[in-house]
């Protein structure tokens, strides 16, 4: 035989869903909740604005994207060109070793 139901059970306590950020730090002037985005859904892009340093950085966005995603982006693209950039060796360097200095000797006369 099976059990008989409560029927005075009460439904589990549904999870409230933690806000995202919109507002974030700038990664050239670090300015708090100075960097914001802005999804533009129907166009398809996003714009991400510092209102500080006047930085700025645009993405292709689609129905799943959040801000925190083109935050993202933008940071993965500034680590990235900030590793193109680099240490970069004069161009106008030879392989050749330096030239030895001409010693003088006082001792000839």
């Not at 909740?33 to 510092?50: F, H, M, P, Y």
Request: hydrophobic share 30%.
């Amino acid at each position: 035989m099976g059990k008989r139901k409560k029927s005075s059970r009460k439904p589990a306590p549904s999870r409230q869903k933690v806000p995202l950020d919109t507002a974030f730090t700038c990664l050239f002037c670090h300015h708090d909740k100075s960097v914001t985005v802005r999804l533009d859904r129907k166009e398809g892009v996003a714009q991400l604005i510092c209102r500080v340093c006047d930085q700025r950085y645009q993405s292709k966005v689609n129905h799943l994207t959040e801000p925190i995603d083109i935050y993202s982006e933008w940071m993965d693209a500034a680590d990235a060109a900030q590793r193109d950039e680099g240490p970069r060796r004069p161009t106008a360097s030879s392989s050749r070793p330096p030239a030895a200095p001409a010693s003088i000797d006082s001792d000839e006369e």
